[in-house]
DNA sequence: GAGCGATTAATAACGGTGTTACTGTTGGCG
DNA sequence: CGCCAACAGTAACACCGTTATTAATCGCTC
C-alpha cells in the first residue's frame, strides 16, 4: 500500500520519555517540539501525528505523571491507625513533589494557554487521592475522625499539603523555618482538627 | 540636549495598567509586548527602555498585585478573637485570589521561564502575610493558640488557605462538594489543631 | 519487472513571540 | 545655522507552534 510506518508506538515512548526528562528539569515553558524532535532525530510532524499538537504530548505526560503518582502513594500501606496512615499519605504526597516538581506541577500547577487538562483528566484526579479518601473513611469507621462527607476531610487535609507543597516549590516559605517540620506540624493539625469531640 | 523624552511616567504607568488588564483575564502568557505596545500605541521599545523587559514588567505587575493583595487583608481588622481574625484573614484571601485569578498566579504560582520572582520580592511576600502573624500572635497571648514560633502556625494556616485555592482555582476539586464550605471548615480545623490543648 | 496510486514523512512556509541592532528624527548648544 | 547627542520607531534575528507542500517509499496491477 505505502511506505513503512516509522512514526510508531516506539518512537512515541522516545518521544515521551525525552519530553518528560526536559519538563521534569526544566518546566513545560522550556519544552519545544522542533527541539523535541531533532532530539529525538525525527520531524515535529512525528509529534502531531502521534499526539495531535503540544497539548496532546502534554496531556500524555500529564497521564504519565499521574501514574508515577499514584504509584508513589501506594506505598503507603493501610495500618490500623487510620489518622496516622493520611500523615503517611501526605509525606509521601510531598516527597513525589519534591522529587518530581515540574511532573507535579503539570498535574496541579501549571495551567497555561499550552495545557489545559482535559474534563477527562480532572475527574481523574479525583481517583489518584483516593487512597486519602479511603483512609478518612477508615478513620471515620474507627471513630477518629467526625462523621460527614469524608471528601469533605480528604480535601482539607489534601489542601493543606498541596498548598505548604506549592509554596515550598515556588520559593515562597517564609525563611528561618524548617520546612519539613512546618509540612508535619500542619499534617497534624488539620488531623486534630478534624477529630471527633 | 535632545528630543522630548515621551516614554516617561506617564506611558509606564499606562503601560502597566494595559498589561494588568490583560493578565488579570488571559494570565502571563497572554501577554504580548507587541501588542501591549500596539494597544497603548507606542513600540516595543519603550517597553524595553522602562522595564527592561518582559521580566522586568512583569515584576512591576507583581508589585502591583502584591500591593492590591495587602490592601485586601488590611480591610480586615483585629478584634478581640485572634482566632476568628485568622479566619476572616482566610476569607478575604480567597475573595481576593477568586476575584483576581491571574494577579494571584503572578504572586504564587506562575513559575514558568517568562518571569521568576527577584530574591527581594520573594522577601516582601512574608510582609504581605504580616496581619495573619499578628493574629496569631495575638491568639498565643490570649492562650488561643499553643506556644512556640507564630511563624509556623501562621504557615499553617497560610499553606491551608494557599492550597485549597489553587485546587479551586486549577479546577481540581473534587465535584459534588461546596468549595465555600469545605474551605472554611479546613480554615476551622487548622486553628482548633493548633489550639492549646 | 515497470509503472501507478496511495500512504507516509520531511521540508518549507506562515504567523506569531521576545529581543536587539539599526536608522532616522528631534531638540539644545556652540 | 549646523552639529551632535539623546531618543524613539522600524526592521532584523532567532526562535516558537502549526500547517501546507513536497518528496519518498511501499504494494499492487499489468
Not at 487510620?82 to 498535574?107: F, K, Q, S, T
Request: proline share 4%; hydrophobic share 45%; aromatic share 8%.
Amino acid at each position: 500500500m505505502a511506505r513503512l510506518k516509522t512514526h510508531d508506538e516506539a518512537l512515541r515512548l522516545r518521544l515521551i520519555n525525552r519530553a518528560a526528562a526536559t519538563v521534569f528539569d526544566r518546566g513545560t515553558a522550556a519544552l519545544s517540539l522542533r527541539r523535541l524532535a531533532a532530539d529525538v532525530k525525527t520531524s515535529t510532524t512525528a509529534v502531531y501525528s502521534l499526539f495531535g499538537n503540544k497539548a496532546g504530548l502534554l496531556d500524555s505526560l500529564y497521564r504519565e505523571a499521574a501514574r508515577l503518582f499514584v504509584a508513589r502513594l501506594a506505598t503507603v500501606n493501610s495500618t490500623d491507625d487510620p489518622a496516622a496512615d493520611v500523615i503517611r499519605l501526605g509525606e509521601a504526597y510531598r516527597e513525589y513533589a519534591l522529587a518530581n516538581p515540574h511532573l507535579y506541577a503539570i498535574m496541579f500547577a501549571d495551567r497555561t494557554v499550552e495545557y489545559e487538562p482535559t474534563p477527562e483528566r480532572k475527574s481523574e484526579v479525583g481517583d489518584t487521592i483516593a487512597p486519602l479518601v479511603d483512609a478518612v473513611v477508615r478513620g471515620q469507621a474507627a471513630g477518629q475522625f467526625k462523621s460527614g462527607q469524608p471528601e469533605v476531610i480528604a480535601l482539607s487535609c489534601w489542601g493543606a499539603a498541596h498548598g505548604l507543597v506549592s509554596l515550598e516549590l515556588s520559593g515562597n516559605e517564609p525563611p528561618g523555618l524548617d520546612i519539613a517540620d512546618c509540612y508535619e506540624a500542619t499534617l497534624r493539625a488539620v488531623v486534630t482538627g478534624w477529630r471527633r469531640d
